[in-house]
């Protein structure tokens, strides 16, 4: 069974930066689109960004204005997402997702995801 391991979440202080890492399998890693999404405390879960199979073309929602990065490292079979000059309204529980490609990711029509992990912005 394909797993999807995510960590890294935590309290942070607005401005703060975290990493958040989803760690999977080799065949995973090469097969599925993998990427992240979001969801907020009374909110719908929310597309965050996406990597191609076997780390290919990123895509962002656009709320991400540049202030998050997203990659893959093929030799651990991990892809990352770097959220810089955090704000409150970050505040969420992340799931790393895998799809069959990176449309179907975007669209969430998801193959299987992580456990998720919190993110929690505040003073």
């Known amino acids: 069974q394909e797993q999807l391991v995510e960590s890294g979440g935590g309290l942070v202080q607005p401005g703060g930066s975290l990493k958040l890492s989803c760690a999977t399998s080799?065949?995973?890693?090469?097969?599925?689109?993998l990427g992240w999404f979001r969801q907020a405390p009374g909110k719908e879960r929310e597309f965050v960004a996406t990597?191609?199979?076997?780390?290919?073309?990123?895509h962002s929602a656009d709320f991400v204005k540049g202030r998050f990065t997203f990659s893959g490292d093929g030799g651990k079979n991990t892809i990352y997402l770097r959220m810089n000059v955090l704000e409150p309204d970050a505040t969420a529980v992340y799931y790393c997702?895998?799809?069959?490609?990176?449309?179907?990711?975007?669209?969430?029509?998801?193959?299987?995801w992580g456990q998720g992990t919190r993110v929690t912005v505040s003073s």
């Open positions: 990597i191609g199979s076997a780390g290919g073309t990123t």
């Open positions: 080799r065949r995973s890693y090469k097969t599925y689109a």
């Open positions: 997702a895998a799809a069959l490609s990176a449309r179907q990711l975007r669209a969430g029509e998801i193959t299987y």
